[in-house]
């Protein structure tokens, strides 16, 4: 289930279980979490009882238009394009997620360490890409975020991406350990989600 937020940001909601059982179980036909916000659930035990079965996570949206630069010979989106597609948007993910001035102050920076693409489908000339950026897992050295460029004009998947990369401190060049302030920084708890913080 996804519930979509302003600004092309977003929170993946993984479930345990379907929900629309879930909600039939307690008495409301929860279709979105909308729906509970609006039904004023949040502070009843039902509300804790059914957020506890959700792993919350953000996701980045973030579109691209096809330019004639990005194409090659043939008319086709060069693959060397789509490591760049996916760059940007993982910047405006670590504009949303990261707190640049707490990681210029412990003098770290992020570095790519790898990248698995699969390229599925061509792209053209001004077509429409949607770009995402979901954190997979996270390491004790290294994090691994997922990425979607997809075609929104059929809403075909063009190419997708897993992308590791480690913070890295600039004084010695070497990976420092992902501890909890870290992970904090990289992450967004549940309570940050509207409305939750009265909880």
């Known amino acids: 289930m996804f519930w979509a937020c302003p600004n092309g940001s977003g929170f993946t909601l993984q479930v345990l279980a379907l929900p629309i059982k879930i909600g039939r179980a307690v008495g409301f036909p929860l279709q979105s979490l909308t729906h509970l916000l609006s039904k004023n659930l949040l502070k009843t035990n039902i509300f804790y009882s059914f957020i ?43 504009n949303r997620m990261g707190d640049f001035k707490y990681f ?21 000339l001004n077509d429409e890409l949607l770009v995402t950026v979901v954190l997979k897992t996270i390491g004790t050295k290294s994090a691994v975020v997922h990425q979607d460029i997809t075609r929104l004009s059929d809403n075909k998947i063009v190419a997708d991406a897993d992308v590791t990369f480690a913070m890295v401190d600039n004084k010695t060049g070497k990976a420092v350990e992902l501890d909890k302030e870290i992970r904090g920084k990289l992450t967004i708890p549940t309570d940050d989600l509207t409305g939750f913080g009265n909880l």
């Open 104 to 124: 210029e102050k412990k003098n770290l920076s992020f570095v790519v360490v790898n990248i698995n693409i699969n390229y599925k489908r061509p792209s053209v």
């Open 52 to 94: 506890a079965i959700f792993k919350v996570q953000f996701k980045l949206m973030h579109t691209i238009k096809v330019r004639g630069f990005h194409c090659d010979m043939f008319g086709y989106v060069n693959n060397v394009c789509y490591l760049e597609f996916l760059e940007e948007a993982r910047w405006e993910w670590l």
